[in-house]
């Protein structure tokens, strides 16, 4: 059962060729979009730096989509303590403190002003 699983998900890779390619350092223009318009639900200060954060050369493609990941959680109403531990939360954290966001801030705000 599992080499068939295997098979069938190898053969739907190479079916996809280079169309299921996507780069892990700079964004597609429909997935930039996307991230723009999820932005765009965010208020104020909020969203100007998730609009900062897309558009920033310094955080990497798959940084980028752990952040969006992580915040369409919480957008759709998942609690801090659930997404803080999550991959995508921890990966997202990672890339903007490597690009030099003020992490701790941004996540006392997510956990309004109680800390990470």
């Not at 965010?42 to 992580?70: F, H, P, T, W």
């Not at 991959?87 to 966001?101: D, I, K, M, Q, V």
């Amino acid at each position: 059962m599992r080499t068939t699983v295997a098979g069938a998900i190898v053969g739907l890779a190479l079916m996809a060729g280079p169309a299921a390619a996507y780069s892990l350092v700079s964004l597609e223009p429909q997935e930039r979009e996307s991230m723009l318009s999820a932005c765009q639900r965010l208020q104020g200060s909020d969203r100007a730096l998730c609009r900062d954060v897309v558009e920033d050369r310094r955080v990497i493609a798959n940084y980028k989509r752990s952040c969006l990941q992580a915040m369409t959680l919480l957008m759709q109403g998942s609690n801090w303590a659930r997404v803080k531990s999550l991959p995508s939360t921890l990966t997202c954290r990672e890339g903007l403190g490597r690009a030099g966001y003020p992490v701790h801030e941004i996540l006392r705000r997510l956990t309004g002003g109680r800390g990470s």
